[in-house]
């Protein structure tokens, strides 16, 4: 009797509640619940931002870190991280429109709807393609990166830079004396004179030269990115039947300088917290100086680096060659041994090891 009672008692309480604070609790309860969710899926979006920037970077282990935590937050995160990319895309697509037609009107407005062409460049009806010539010689005495640029601004400077012998040649001048080339391979081809070797392989076909001849580049960084799989071992006690795998992620880093000197660093650290700081001068920790020099075989383009310690003498060989159009822009792995201080050899094993790829960084410019 008292149980029913106290049953009754409740439900009368209840029904004496105003509904319309019922339905205002429930509509803030609904909000709150809305809030939560678009939250979550800000915080989904952001995680999962941070996995795609870690997969470009080639820390595959952080990267799926990420996008487990990114999925576990909001399920649908993709979805919504596609959406975003969409609505910024249409947002930057409608923008450009815009502007485009508010020149387009403002240009109506000023000529009396008059088509009107663009004014052409009085540099170029002013200066003779001599001086024009000249300007082109310096730019690319800056960097292979101003030619290209100078190239695309109009078609009298592409003809001016592609068309002509003389920006292959100043170019071709500027990079090959700075290779170091290995005097032991140059005396065994009997070759005492590398311009007269020029001479006869190419004569004056810089272009061909520049595209067949392999050289190294000094604006930027080698960097070889490597993930593999390692399978661990249960806890004692375990009793899983699925051994756990971790993926393991590591850095190879190489900066060469004219001198034929060459920074080498092997690291887990990302690219970001590398290359601000990677020079001789400001040598990174567990970094390595070593001597790099271009040899005859694969077309000039054998590159071997070497280091040396206390007990041992490393020896790497590398072979430079193209990345799709992308002349030079690749280190492909020939071999890696160890000298100890009897002569005897030993061969390191190349299975895990990928190629470097060339990474230009505009602060190394002024330095090469």
């Given at each position: 009797m008292f149980e029913t009672g106290s049953l009754y008692e409740r439900f009368k309480l209840v029904s004496n509640i105003n509904p319309?604070?019922?339905?205002?609790?429930?509509?803030?309860?609904k909000l709150i619940r809305s809030k939560m969710a678009v939250d979550s899926a800000k915080e989904a979006i952001a995680c999962w931002e941070k996995a795609v920037q870690k997969e470009r970077d080639g820390s595959m282990n952080d990267a799926i870190k990420f996008y487990r935590e990114a999925l576990k937050t909001h399920e649908d995160v993709e979805k919504l991280y596609r959406n975003k990319l969409l609505?910024?895309?249409?947002?930057?697509?409608?923008?450009?429109?815009?502007?485009?037609?508010?020149s387009g009107s403002e240009e109506k407005f000023d000529h009396d709807n008059k088509e009107r062409c663009m004014d052409p460049c009085w540099l170029l009806n002013i200066l003779p393609n001599d001086i024009l010539a000249r300007i082109v010689h310096f730019v690319v005495l800056q960097s292979g990166e101003s030619w290209l640029q100078l190239s695309l601004t109009c078609s009298t400077f592409n003809h001016l830079c592609f068309h002509e012998t003389d920006p292959y040649r100043t170019f071709a001048h500027l990079i090959y004396p700075k290779q170091c080339y290995d005097q032991t391979s140059l005396s065994l081809n009997g070759v005492s004179n590398l311009q007269v070797l020029e001479d006869n392989l190419w004569g004056n076909n810089y272009p061909q030269m520049l595209k067949k001849r392999p050289y190294v580049k000094f604006e930027g960084l080698y960097i070889s990115v490597v993930n593999y799989l390692r399978y661990g071992a249960n806890e004692n006690g375990s009793r899983s039947w699925i051994n756990p795998i971790h993926m393991i992620t590591y850095y190879r880093y190489?900066?060469?300088?004219?001198?034929?000197?060459?920074?080498?660093?092997?690291?887990?650290d990302e690219p970001s917290l590398?290359?601000?700081?990677?020079s001789i001068d400001t040598p990174p920790k567990n970094s390595e100086l070593c001597h790099w020099s271009l040899g005859f075989d694969h077309g000039f383009g054998h590159l071997t680096i070497t280091r040396?310690?206390?007990?041992?003498?490393?020896?790497?060989e590398l072979q430079i060659k193209d990345q799709g159009f992308r002349i030079h822009q690749r280190l492909k792995w020939l071999s890696s041994i160890i000298v100890d201080k009897e002569g005897e050899v030993t061969e390191c094993s190349m299975k895990k090891e990928k190629p470097f790829f060339f990474s230009r960084v505009r602060s190394y410019v002024s330095a090469s």
């Open positions: 319309e604070l019922l339905n205002r609790g429930i509509l803030h309860s609505e910024e895309y249409s947002l930057h697509e409608g923008l450009g429109k815009l502007q485009l037609k508010q190489f900066r060469f300088y004219p001198d034929g000197r060459c920074l080498r660093l092997l690291t887990t590398v290359v601000s700081h990677f040396s310690s206390s007990k041992y003498r490393f020896v790497e």
